[in-house]
């Protein structure tokens, strides 16, 4: 009976003393995003960061958050610009959707549309940081933001403008 309350409390504080630890890999990498400029037709220039395991996965990442901020965050005022409102303003809304969400942001999915890349090439220096499993990067991208703001309308995901409160 000794034997198996000692084996008992190892195993319990075994668990518990490794079940806090917690992976540091959110807190290691830069997240977030930034407007530089606002562009011509409904256009805006965003500095985005993204993480992956080689520099061009990273860079199709900081373009899908790029976007996923454009839809449900804003962006802060900056570059000249004032704060820019998310286009979907409905909190709930990423889980209401979450079937048109899953496929909009899929690998190569409709996202891609509405979101070009300005750099050219791997960004380097202090937009590119090498981490132990992979890179995170900073890069400036160009998001179609009315047009996006349009077709998000026409799915009856994102309130039209015109409507009232």
Known sequence: ??????????????????????TKIDSVYKTGSEILKVGNEGTKLIKVWGYGKTPDIAITDAKR?????????????GGDSDKIFPIVSEDNSRIENKVFFDDFFKVGGKYLQYVNSKNYGVPSGKDRLKLKYGYNVAVSVSIEFDTLRKYLEEKGIARRLDEGF
Not at 10 to 16: C, E, K, M, S, T
Not at 65 to 77: T, W
């Open 65 to 77: 958050n790029a976007v996923d901020v454009a839809i449900f965050k804003g962006f802060s005022a």
């Open 1 to 22: 009976m000794k034997k198996l309350t000692k084996i008992l409390v190892i195993v319990v504080l075994a668990v518990g003393f490794f079940g806090c630890a917690t």
